[in-house]
């Protein structure tokens, strides 16, 4: 049975939620989607039961601070493993080649040599190109080129328990793919604010969507269930009751809005 944790469901300007991030786990292991941006990733596994030692598998789906930082602070733990010997199956880490290059670069840059030198050692790059199939954990994934308007993203597509998921980054929805996520089981699609709060938040310029605009246009894909995250948190404990009624106030299918910590089960 496979489900998804979330271990962080926030933008990059959160303080109280953590930058999204989550796992899809079943029984041959965990697959890490982003790592937000910041040593919190470790604390937000051990939170999950999961040794940071353990994950094998991480997509980072594109360079920005909130989805790559933490990986940094995961590779100083998990160098220093490799280097003590305890780390004996290698990691793999599935990115576009603007992450790859941006990775390698900041971990050159921040770490000690020989943390560097530890981690290299023990990790598999796989520079995905758009639309290319990998199996993770016995689940077939097809990686894709989201045609962001801003650093270049990729997101997957994937069966689950039967069901077709899509996770799309943390961008409006591209019209080039509408085709590709119509008539979805689940459909992962940010939220960055209400749609009252655009005027704050800005979250059209940013490349972003609202509650009310992600919902409208996952209706007329006739996607059957929408889970909304990368949120701001001016809400506090409402964000979940609010985010869910402009949602389905839109789209006639299930939403869900997922806290921190969460567990979604297809």
């Given at each position: 049975?496979?489900?998804?944790?979330?271990?962080?469901?926030?933008?990059?300007?959160?303080?109280?939620?953590?930058?999204?991030?989550?796992?899809?786990?079943?029984?041959?292991?965990?697959?890490?989607?982003?790592?937000?941006?910041?040593?919190?990733?470790?604390?937000?596994?051990?939170?999950?039961?999961?040794?940071?030692?353990?994950?094998?598998?991480?997509?980072?789906s594109h360079s920005h601070t909130d989805h790559i930082l933490g990986l940094i602070w995961m590779f100083k733990k998990l160098g220093r493993a490799s280097i003590n010997g305890e780390i004996e199956t290698?990691?793999?880490?599935?990115?576009?080649?603007?992450?790859?290059?941006?990775?390698?670069?900041?971990?050159?840059?921040?770490?000690?040599?020989?943390?560097?030198?530890?981690?290299?050692?023990?990790?598999?790059?796989?520079?995905?190109?758009?639309?290319?199939?990998?199996?993770?954990?016995?689940?077939?994934?097809?990686?894709?080129?989201?045609?962001?308007?801003?650093?270049?993203?990729?997101?997957?597509?994937?069966?689950?328990?039967?069901?077709?998921?899509?996770?799309?980054?943390?961008?409006?929805?591209?019209?080039?793919?509408?085709?590709?996520?119509?008539?979805?089981?689940?459909?992962?699609?940010?939220?960055?604010?209400?749609?009252?709060?655009?005027?704050?938040?800005?979250?059209?310029?940013?490349?972003?969507?609202?509650?009310?605009?992600?919902?409208?246009?996952?209706?007329?894909?006739?996607?059957?269930?929408?889970?909304?995250?990368?949120?701001?948190?001016?809400?506090?404990?409402?964000?979940?009751?609010?985010?869910?009624?402009?949602?389905?106030?839109?789209?006639?299918?299930?939403?869900?809005?997922?806290?921190?910590?969460?567990?979604i089960e297809l």
């Open positions: 049975m496979e489900k998804i944790i979330m271990l962080g469901t926030g933008n990059g300007g959160t303080l109280d939620l953590y930058n999204t991030c989550f796992l899809i786990q079943n029984d041959r292991g965990n697959f890490l989607i982003d790592t937000g941006g910041s040593i919190e990733i470790m604390k937000r596994l051990k939170q999950v039961n999961i040794d940071g030692k353990e994950i094998r598998h991480i997509f980072i290698n990691i793999n880490i599935y990115c576009n080649d603007v992450v790859y290059e941006a990775i390698v670069e900041v971990a050159k840059q921040i770490l000690p040599e020989k943390i560097v030198k530890g981690i290299l050692k023990i990790t598999d790059f796989h520079i995905l190109k758009d639309k290319e199939k990998m199996n993770i954990n016995g689940i077939d994934y097809t990686f894709f080129d989201i045609h962001a308007r801003g650093t270049k993203q990729f997101g997957f597509e994937c069966m689950l328990n039967e069901k077709r998921l899509i996770f799309l980054g943390d961008e409006t929805l591209n019209a080039d793919l509408y085709e590709r996520v119509r008539n979805s089981d689940y459909v992962m699609h940010e939220a960055f604010c209400l749609d009252s709060e655009e005027n704050i938040f800005h979250a059209y310029e940013k490349n972003h969507s609202t509650a009310k605009s992600a919902s409208k246009i996952m209706n007329d894909l006739k996607v059957k269930n929408l889970i909304l995250y990368h949120t701001e948190e001016s809400h506090g404990k409402e964000r979940k009751k609010l985010y869910t009624e402009e949602a389905q106030k839109n789209f006639n299918g299930n939403v869900y809005v997922p806290d921190d910590l969460e567990i």
